[in-house]
């Protein structure tokens, strides 16, 4: 066969392979290699083989090549065949012997170097070795190594930063701390060129950071700052990306500004409804705000075009526990843990499930087996934590809580949770401590979200009798939200207790009036008239 008919094959067989036309790349892929013996007509054909799904006789014919045990990029599809296949362990040791340390770094004397048999891709590819990494990472979880994967990933990153998916891998599921992300992302080499993905990373991996850290940069990038180090021409099209605005959407959910998180997130799902970081986010919003009508309609249409992943059945089990039907909620979050055992959010959302009846021992069950498998979710071991508090063991519940602060420091919701604890434990000065770290980690601007926080430290400051403190903390929490009955039925008891007795009759009859039947509040008040009618005083 001429050299020119050869290469009008090969052209066609790429046409094939661009077209979807596998059984037709195939075929004549055949040919090419048939009468070249060429190792890239090889590997071609390999190619067309593993997309056409015949893993089988990909795998054979690239085993039959003397090549496939001195070119990584052989030893690599043949073992992306092996992973199809789900042939775990004779996909790794298709791929070497390579070592990772506790940093990610790898060493691999036995690799050699590829043969670029894509001369025209040369210049805009991933590096192979990220790739041969991240697989390595998803063999060794499909074996349930999760240290390894974790470190393979940790080493595919470091490798290529351009290899997503192993970021993507290490983040969604949870595998580093928040101290081990920051400093994985400042580890990667970035050329100047490419500051914008940088900055997208960064926004990543700081969904809990101060406001000046995450929304600043998303601000950069919505403004094309020329004036930041990570600016470039590529900026102007990232505005309005979809990965941006659920990056965006997820921000806000993490500092409780809900409505505001739906409202970024229906319009992203309005361009792209498929997007299912975005409805992962649009799902956890609906549920704090109650919107059971929008979690009905979307799980309907998640089941529909989606059965086989988890996503649609946690889907049905947030409508569920919505609208309060707890066991129905329980059997979908487990469908959904069958379907994918590494989707954190239906472990979290089955103990809650549980936890909401006070089934302690299978909530535990489920937060233990998600702390287990996503060492990197804090929210697991704080809601450990949470339930151990609920059953009085307040000095489990602070061990557990402690841990969830060392896996993500800057959640203030830890704190505020550790505040309760000391409170439980009338170490009233540590609970104030607490209190305050928790507003002080608050990321953006005080919403209803934190009124319930403002209480709890003047509760403890009225405990310490710093009666002024604790007064200007109620009335803090009255500006957030101004029908809170424990603010104004704490307030009153302050006045009370400060000998302002009509102070205190009035904040009485605000808790009551939207409290009617408390009995604490009635007696208080009570006492407060007859002291008023009598002009007897505490003191």
């Keep these: 066969m001429k050299e020119e008919e050869v290469e009008r094959l090969r052209g066609l ?298 996503i649609s059945w946690f889907a049905i089990g947030c409508y569920y526990f919505s609208i309060k039907k707890y066991d129905q909620a329980r059997k979908h979050f487990s469908k959904a843990t069958s379907v994918d055992a590494t989707f954190p959010p239906a472990w979290i959302g089955s103990g809650n499930a549980y936890a909401v009846q006070e089934e302690t021992d299978q909530a535990m069950l489920a937060y233990r087996t998600a702390a287990r498998l996503f060492p990197g979710c804090h929210l697991a071991t704080l809601y450990i934590g949470m339930e151990y508090m609920r059953t009085h063991n307040f000095k489990l519940a602070e061990q557990f809580i402690l841990q969830a602060r060392a896996i993500c420091p800057s959640d203030p919701l830890v704190y505020n949770e550790l505040g309760v604890v000391a409170y439980h434990m009338k170490e009233y000065l540590k609970a104030v401590q607490w209190f305050e770290m928790t507003l002080v980690n608050v990321a953006s601007s005080m919403n209803e979200m934190w009124e319930p926080t403002f209480v709890n430290l003047a509760h403890a400051q009225r405990k310490l009798k710093m009666y002024h403190k604790a007064v200007s903390s109620y009335e803090k929490a009255l500006v957030l939200s101004t029908r809170s009955f424990s603010a104004f039925a704490g307030l009153a008891y302050t006045y009370h207790l400060m000998d302002n007795l009509d102070a205190a009759v009035t904040y009485y009859h605000k808790a009551l009036w939207l409290k009617p039947e408390d009995q604490f509040c009635t007696e208080m008040l009570t006492m407060a008239l007859e002291m008023q009618g009598r002009g007897m005083y505490l003191t």
């Design 13 to 310: 067989v790429r046409d094939c392979l661009s077209k979807h036309l596998y059984s037709s790349a195939i075929f004549f892929a055949e040919k090419v290699a048939a009468a070249t013996s060429d190792p890239a007509d090889i590997y071609m054909q390999a190619q067309a083989l593993f997309l056409g799904r015949q893993y089988r006789r990909a795998l054979h014919l690239l085993n039959s090549s003397s090549i496939v045990l001195r070119d990584l990029r052989f030893r690599y599809l043949a073992a992306k065949c092996l992973e199809e296949l789900k042939e775990w362990h004779q996909c790794l040791t298709m791929l070497g012997d390579a070592k990772v340390d506790e940093h990610g770094n790898v060493n691999s004397p036995k690799d050699c170097s590829p043969m670029y048999l894509d001369k025209d891709g040369e210049d805009h590819e991933i590096n192979i070795t990220a790739a041969v990494c991240y697989l390595r990472g998803k063999a060794y979880e499909a074996l349930e190594n999760r240290i390894q994967a974790r470190l393979w990933y940790i080493a595919a990153v470091k490798s290529d930063p351009f290899c997503y998916e192993a970021l993507e891998s290490l983040v969604d599921k949870y595998m580093l701390t928040c101290e081990e992300e920051s400093s994985l992302l400042s580890s990667l080499q970035f050329v100047k060129e490419d500051g914008w993905l940088s900055t997208i990373y960064s926004c990543l991996v700081k969904k809990h950071d101060k406001e000046n850290v995450v929304e600043a940069k998303l601000r950069d990038i919505e403004r094309d700052n020329p004036c930041t180090t990570s600016s470039s021409p590529f900026m102007v099209v990232l505005k309005d990306n979809a990965d941006l605005l659920a990056c965006n959407a997820e921000y806000y959910y993490q500092c409780g500004e809900y409505h505001k998180c739906f409202e970024f997130t229906s319009l992203l799902l309005t361009k792209d409804p498929f997007h299912m970081k975005c409805t992962l986010v649009h799902l956890a919003a609906a549920m704090e705000l109650g919107h059971s009508n929008d979690l009905y309609l979307l799980a309907c249409n998640l089941i529909k075009d989606h059965p086989q992943k988890a």
